[in-house]
């Protein structure tokens, strides 16, 4: 029986000028998994801004139960009964996971908490969900899944019976995902309604029951998953068909432009040796916390190697795209063209004086090269979504011409189509002759793209593949405790 | 895995530290000079310290919240001035007119710079050093320069703080009250309880339905009432009203929070640990003068405890990074 918990009902919404949603209706039954899927930009993150309080729509209708509903802030959704569990895992990390799973609800007489009965009741939820951690912890202590956990926690400590997971796998490793589908599962099969919000297709076809697509703000289509292929959902997303995702290009191994022996670096990664030639893709798989990220801080140089010998080809630069865009990468209030311009000072700005027109100019070629959407050269780039802001991030280290590019995963969290254009810049890098070494936890990612793949596990080299033995059964069998 | 339990919280870990720095500073302090823990002594240590005591508590609220107010020795100040004049054109009114004007009073200058920080969104530094000088401006304009003396002060308003209660001060008496509210309350309040969730993350807050921007509003609120009733007891226990009373002294309050472990980031502190900042700079304060060296090393000492409590803090946030995976 499917039944509807939550019908939204050409739901619109504008902000200033720009239509954010327009005639979208989505409708999530109890006892099954709805995934959204969309682009960065078709409004699935204003719709969950509109389920959780914080926006109102501007016309259309939401009906809960039955009853149409008007959900004026986030107390009015926690007492409807809708949990959210963001992307960016909200925690209090300066509260114990109890207090966190109660803030501004927690059980009081007369303004005063009885804190007693909140960790009581708050490690009964956490035992039902067989989390792993206390309940008297600072939330801080937890890890980025485990706090995904105490969100879900915290949902069901109000009794929701919908429930909302915006993108919760994008920074989970394999069986952190496989614990959180175990849940989410067990959710589903208790009547709630599940809304899951995923780019990445082999969840949805894992996990969900129905499919809802968004474009551009209104929703172009729904059904089941049974009746439905990978490459209709991407079409009907992106309303057009896209190129291949992972255009490698052939290429020659050119000469050696790094050379990594041995390198170590107490309590993160020890004992790894590689060489990397001009031409090259070297993808670099393992699960989160395999040391990957700290190996290329360590090769650019942000931190100090304890033991070992990396050798550069002589006039060989590096560049490194790193793995936060919104605070490693870019300046998130500066232009589009301050950021280009941050790592090319020396040549735009040769005795000091910064001139825009060059960074202008600068910042137009690498918007034409790289596709980036943008009003111009002067937008800010938190202004732009999550792909475009990871393309001006990769625009300033490729205006200095680099030989050796590290991507630390370069396309998590944007959409197809950004994805692409990701894919292609970077085989074109390596058709040049420049030398990559891509850290992926994307699977298909690291198969299309390399030439060869190097696997980590706890800050070890497990495993060194020719593109020809790479499998996905070989990379994941060295890359998991197996 | 399960992560073990830990048997006291990082609070209560670094409240026991620094009460176990102080009651060694205290110790030190008495060997060398044993008339120091003399009951007497104390008692006067106490009531030095008692209105830096209320003062940082209020304050402690505001940094809780994400906030700052530098303007709280400047309301203290203007909040005096008020009780003062006050009291010179109705002599005969008594102290309970006196204290209900300058909670208002300075209930309303802090609520002043909460809806600034609130309702326009100002950053918190700049909102109150602009107050702070506002305020001190309009006693001037109360006052026109004017000193109120002694002799133009009733013997009920000098005598209240001074009274005597089983050897301490009502000053004393109504420090440790405040003190005793504050430890009750920021941990089993509801609002309170909130105000640390803003503070921690004023975004997660604003999804769980908090408004952080009202719990900085509240904070300044009541930060500016302790202010300025801790005017009319400035005034009255020093027995002088001028434009200048407690002119710097908000850095001395900001101190005292650092020292008793109040994150400036926000979120993080306790009623305990800032009481016990304060009597940590009281000690220091009333010992100088014993050891025979200038109140200049008062601030020095001040000063490296502060560095060296933020850098304790910044190693413990060291060791909290585990990059590899955990065994399981």
């Not at chain 1, 895992?89 to 207090?99: G, I, K, P, R, Y």
């Not at chain 1, 942000?302 to 919104?326: C, F, H, K, M, Y």
């Not at chain 2, 979120?267 to 016990?276: C, D, K």
């Not at chain 2, 220091?284 to 000492?301: D, K, N, T």
């Amino acid at each position: 029986m499917h039944s509807s918990l939550l019908t939204l009902t050409d739901i619109r919404k504008s902000f200033g000028g720009v239509r954010a949603l327009d005639r979208a209706s989505l409708d999530l039954p109890r006892g099954a998994v709805t995934a959204l899927i969309g682009e960065n930009g078709a409004g699935k993150s204003t719709l969950v801004k509109i389920l959780s309080g914080i926006y109102q729509p501007d016309a259309g209708e939401i009906c809960f139960d039955g009853q149409a509903v008007l959900i004026s802030n986030p107390q009015a959704a926690r007492v409807l009964g809708i949990g959210v569990v963001h992307q960016e895992c909200l925690a209090f990390d300066n509260l114990s996971v109890a207090e966190n799973l109660f803030v501004n609800a927690q059980p009081a007489t007369r303004g005063f908490v009885n804190w007693r009965v909140l960790r009581m009741q708050a490690k009964a939820v956490l035992r039902d969900l067989d989390a792993d951690f206390d309940a008297d912890l600072p939330a801080g202590r937890l890890s980025i899944a485990q706090k995904h956990v105490m969100q879900i926690a915290r949902a069901l400590t109000h009794e929701s019976r919908v429930l909302i997971f915006d993108e919760p796998t994008a920074s989970l490793s394999q069986r952190e995902c496989a614990e959180l589908f175990r849940i989410m599962r067990a959710l589903r099969d208790a009547g709630c309604a599940l809304l899951f919000i995923s780019h990445k297709f082999d969840e949805i076809f894992e996990l969900a029951n129905r499919y809802a697509v968004f474009r551009d703000g209104v929703s172009v289509s729904a059904g089941r998953v049974s009746e439905v292929t990978n490459d209709e959902l991407i079409s009907l997303m992106v309303g057009r068909p896209v190129g291949q995702l992972f255009p490698k290009l052939a290429t020659e191994p050119g000469v050696e432009l790094l050379r990594v022996e041995t390198l170590s670096r107490a309590g993160e990664f020890e004992d790894v040796s590689f060489t990397l030639r001009g031409g090259e893709i070297l993808g670099v798989y393992g699960l989160v916390g395999a040391g990957r990220t700290e190996l290329a801080q360590v090769l650019f140089g942000i931190n100090a190697a304890d033991s070992g010998v990396v050798t550069v080809a002589a006039g060989a630069e590096l560049a490194l795209v790193p793995e936060d865009r919104q605070v490693q990468g870019a300046v998130l209030p500066f232009s589009l063209a301050a950021n280009i311009a941050l790592p090319n000072l020396a040549t735009l700005a040769p005795r000091g004086w910064c001139s825009a027109a060059r960074e202008s100019q600068l910042a137009r070629q690498w918007i034409d090269r790289l596709g980036i959407k943008a009003q111009g050269p002067d937008q800010p780039v938190h202004h732009l979504s999550g792909g475009n802001q990871q393309k001006v991030v990769i625009a300033k280290w490729l205006a200095r011409n680099p030989r050796v590019l590290i991507l630390d995963e370069p396309t998590k969290g944007i959409d197809v189509g950004a994805k692409a254009a990701v894919h292609a810049v970077t085989s074109e890098f390596a058709r040049a002759g420049g030398a990559v070494l891509m850290i992926s936890s994307d699977l298909p990612e690291i198969l299309g793209m390399s030439d060869r793949v190097l696997v980590m596990r706890r800050g070890r080299v497990r495993g060194h593949f020719t593109r020809a033995q790479a499998t996905s059964e070989n990379l994941l069998r060295a890359a998991s405790d197996a | 895995m399960s992560a073990p339990r830990p048997r006291i919280s990082d609070n209560t870990r670094r409240d026991l530290g620094l009460a176990a720095l102080t009651a060694a500073l205290f110790l030190a302090v008495t060997i060398a000079f044993p008339g120091f823990a003399a009951p007497r002594n104390l008692a006067g240590l106490l009531d030095d310290t008692a209105i830096l005591i209320m003062l940082a508590l209020g304050q402690m609220l505001v940094i809780l919240g994400r906030g700052i107010d530098l303007s709280i020795a400047a309301n203290l100040a203007l909040c005096g001035m008020l009780a003062a004049l006050f009291n010179r054109a109705f002599p005969e009114a008594g102290v309970a007119p006196v204290f209900a004007l300058t909670l208002i009073a300075g209930g309303l200058l802090g609520a002043c710079n909460g809806l600034l920080v609130w309702k326009l969104r100002l950053p918190p530094i700049v909102v109150t050093l602009g107050t702070m000088s506002i305020y001190r401006g309009a006693i001037y304009l109360l006052s026109k320069g004017a000193w109120v003396n002694e002799n133009e002060m009733s013997r009920d308003f000098l005598a209240f703080p001074r009274g005597q209660f089983l050897g301490l001060s009502m000053l004393s008496w109504l420090s440790l009250a405040v003190a005793a509210t504050f430890m009750v309350a920021l941990q089993r309040m509801r609002a309170a309880r909130d105000l640390y969730a803003a503070g921690g993350n004023p975004e997660a807050a604003n999804y769980s339905g908090i408004d952080p921007g009202r719990m900085q509003f509240i904070a300044y609120t009541v930060c500016g009432a302790i202010a300025g009733v801790c005017g009319y007891l400035w005034v009255a226990r020093f027995a002088v009203a001028y434009t200048d009373i407690a002119l710097g002294f908000e850095l001395s309050v900001i101190a005292a929070c650092l020292i008793g472990g109040v994150a400036i980031a926000g979120g993080i502190g306790s009623a305990a640990g800032v009481v016990l900042g304060c009597l940590f700079i009281g000690i220091i304060r009333s010992s100088l003068p014993l050891v025979g060296i200038s109140a200049f090393w008062q601030m020095f000492i001040n000063g490296a405890v502060i560095l060296v409590a933020v850098l304790l803090s910044a190693r413990q946030r060291v060791f909290k990074r585990t990059i590899l995976e955990a065994r399981t």
